[in-house]
């Protein structure tokens, strides 16, 4: 299995940048495509599609919401960081099965 | 616009049977693979079991392969997810999904005794 590693939290100060990392165990990438997303999630709500395929922004997502990487690593980026930004924001690799999800990173306000 | 609602879960003793259903409207279901996704209260997210547009491919993890089984029934517009031998470890919120992203709003399954 494919073993995506986030840090547990994240402190960020109100309209800082906030980057949240996931690294994976191998490879998500293809010839075409870089096969992981990103997803928000508040206390008591399903999980919101931020980012999908490393850089593509979801529909009706802010610009301040962003993603970058290749390969192993990847960045989610926030800039600047909103009051309602605060959740646990998961990666998910669908590059082979069983599709995994990274631990999730909290974001705090510091 | 696209809505997934869950329904079917409880609190089941360990051993048992239950049965989850997603009802899905706002697009052509028959025109797209589905998934369930599991969280445990607290815990993080984890891919269960995925199922193409028609039916014929199915897949799941391993910890449930042989004990859960996804289906649909298109001329319905739903997705299921029988689950039997239940076990303490799948106590979690239930997600249908389709696409990465839209997802229900989940539903609570509960083993215990």
């Known amino acids: 299995d494919i073993v995506l590693t986030q840090s547990p939290a994240l402190a960020v100060s109100l309209g800082q940048r906030a980057t949240i990392s996931c690294r994976a165990s191998?490879?998500?990438?293809?010839?075409?495509?870089?096969?992981m997303h990103w997803y928000q999630q508040k206390p008591g709500e399903q999980p919101k599609l931020l980012i999908y395929?490393?850089?593509n922004l979801a529909s009706g997502i802010p610009v301040r919401f962003s993603g970058s990487g290749s390969g192993t690593d990847f960045t989610l980026t926030i800039n600047p960081v909103q009051a309602d930004d605060i959740a646990t924001y998961y990666c998910?690799?669908?590059?082979?099965?069983?599709?995994?999800f990274g631990s999730g990173t909290k974001l705090e306000i510091k | 616009e696209v809505q997934l609602v869950e329904s079917g879960g409880g609190l089941v003793q360990p051993g048992r049977s239950m049965k989850l259903s997603c009802a899905a409207s706002?697009?052509?279901?028959?025109?797209?693979?589905m998934a369930w996704v599991r969280q445990a209260p607290t815990k993080g997210l984890e891919w269960v079991a995925t199922?193409?547009?028609?039916?014929?491919?199915?897949y799941y993890r391993d910890s449930v392969k042989g004990r859960f089984t996804i289906s649909r029934d298109n001329a319905k517009s739903t997705l299921y997810l029988q689950m039997n031998s239940l076990r303490s470890e799948d106590t979690a919120t239930y997600y249908c999904?389709?696409?990465?992203?839209?997802w229900g709003q989940g539903t609570l399954v509960t083993v215990s005794s």
């Open positions: 706002g697009f052509t279901f028959s025109n797209y693979g």
């Open positions: 395929d490393a850089s």
């Open positions: 999904t389709r696409d990465r992203a839209y």
């Open positions: 191998q490879s998500v990438s293809t010839s075409s495509y870089n096969l």
């Open positions: 199922i193409s547009y028609d039916g014929s491919s199915t």
């Open positions: 998910q690799q669908s590059r082979e099965l069983p599709l995994t």
